[in-house]
């Protein structure tokens, strides 16, 4: 069983006309993982921010054993999953999290099936669309990210298709990373329709 948590927290004074002196908890996650054999392991994580209870990922993964030959880097998981799609940056307020709908606190209900071979990394999710609430039709939402690394680049391209009763929603995406010494570069264009 492993158990981790991390918070962030700020404290801001404005002196105007009237003094503003006040602590901020932006960001506090309680995360666990509980191995349950070497295949399988259970995962949850949660914001505990700003006074309430709001749950992220709860699932179930699973890995296959062989470190050689065709499911070596391949996992499943099964449950309430953060959908792979662009550069996951921790801050939902950017442009490319809210406008594409992929942050921390949209989660949805599906399955992924990841494989890491190397320096390349893929990831297919199949969900409800309907983020944390009930799905209402037989559609489900398509979502893929495709990942190559390098030893200080970063390249991918992403996915995503959802049709509902009201809408058909397509996304694309291509992004890219580059360290420089202590300097991080990184970038995300994406097409919507």
Do not use: C
């Not at 499911?71 to 799609?85: D, E, N």
Request: proline share 3%; aromatic share 8%; glycine share 10%.
């Amino acid at each position: 069983v492993s158990v981790g948590a991390n918070m962030r927290v700020s404290h801001a004074t404005s002196f105007s006309a009237e003094t503003m002196n006040t602590f901020e908890n932006r960001e506090a996650n309680v995360y666990i993982h509980v191995r349950v054999s070497p295949w399988a392991s259970l995962y949850a994580d949660t914001s505990v921010a700003e006074a309430s209870l709001d749950g992220r990922e709860a699932f179930v993964l699973l890995t296959p054993t062989p470190t050689r030959g065709a499911l070596a880097g391949a996992h499943i998981k099964a449950g309430y999953l953060l959908l792979p799609f662009g550069l996951r940056i921790w801050d939902d307020d950017e442009l490319t999290r809210q406008k594409t709908g992929f942050t921390f606190a949209s989660p949805d209900l599906g399955v992924e099936a990841g494989f890491e071979k190397g320096r390349l990394s893929t990831y297919v999710a199949l969900s409800n669309g309907s983020g944390p609430g009930l799905d209402v039709d037989e559609n489900k939402k398509l979502s893929v990210l495709s990942e190559l690394t390098a030893s200080r680049l970063r390249l991918g391209l992403s996915a995503s298709m959802d049709t509902t009763q009201s809408r058909r929603t397509r996304i694309g995406g291509l992004h890219a990373g580059a360290t420089l010494g202590r300097v991080a570069l990184l970038g995300e264009v994406d097409f919507l329709r």
